[in-house]
T-cell receptor
């Protein structure tokens, strides 16, 4: 099956700094990728849709200037958390949809645990 | 807009007992439904999915789910729980008009020896 990787798997940063999370589709091309956030003991909430070659689409309530998304190639999307604060500490998961019309699946990355101190 | 509810944030069963995790959805279009399992600090693993066709779908690790349109449900079952089934389970719906998924709140399954 298709594989999506994320790097790093966990990161600790100081409040006020920025951190970049990479999401890669390893064996397929992804014109669209999704970024989710998962707080402890909660479900996944869609943050934004990353579109290759165009601007990302953000969900209501998600700050565009704080969560910068760049989808520079068909296999890479990055999420940069700028001026991170402790409340940004969360588990960030990316996914890419299958390109097969009859599949309807999304392939999820293993997630990145962000801790802001 | 689609939504998913999962009755019971925490379910405990004894090893060898039946597992039943409930999922109800709301969708204005024919839904595509999924069950995922998540182990601590890991991503999501697909258990099974319903898109079209047979309403009883079988997945990995002995799990199955039945799509019941009249009840807007997609409950997950497994005849005999194993200790390794202890994890968080998420039901998700994908609508025809978008590719993103809407997830339920999740159900934590505990398996008691």
């Amino acid at each position: 099956g298709a594989v999506v990787s994320q790097h790093p798997s966990w990161v600790i940063c100081k409040s006020g700094t920025s951190v970049k999370i990479e999401c890669r589709s390893l064996d397929f091309q992804a014109t669209t990728m999704f970024w989710y956030r998962q707080f402890p003991k909660q479900s996944l909430m869609l943050m934004a849709t990353s579109n290759e070659g165009s601007k990302a689409t953000y969900e209501q309530g998600v700050e565009k200037d704080k969560f910068l998304i760049n989808h520079a190639s068909l296999t890479l999307s990055t999420l940069t958390v700028t001026s991170a604060h402790p409340e940004d500490s969360s588990f960030y998961i990316c996914s890419a949809p299958s390109l097969l019309a009859v599949d309807y699946e999304q392939y999820f990355g293993p997630g990145t645990r962000l801790t802001v101190t | 807009a689609q939504s998913v509810t999962q009755l019971g944030s925490h379910v405990s069963v004894s090893e060898g007992a039946l597992v039943l995790l409930r999922c109800n959805y709301s969708s204005s279009v024919p839904p595509y439904l999924f069950w995922y399992v998540q182990y601590p600090n890991q991503g999501l693993q697909l258990l099974l999915k319903y898109t079209t066709g047979a309403t009883l779908v079988k997945g990995i690790n002995g799990f199955e789910a039945e799509f019941k349109k009249s009840e807007t449900s997609f409950h997950l079952t497994k005849p005999s729980a194993h200790m390794s089934d202890a994890a968080e389970y998420f039901c998700a719906v994908r609508g025809n008009y978008g590719q993103n998924f809407v997830f339920g709140p999740g159900t934590r399954l505990s398996v008691l020896p």
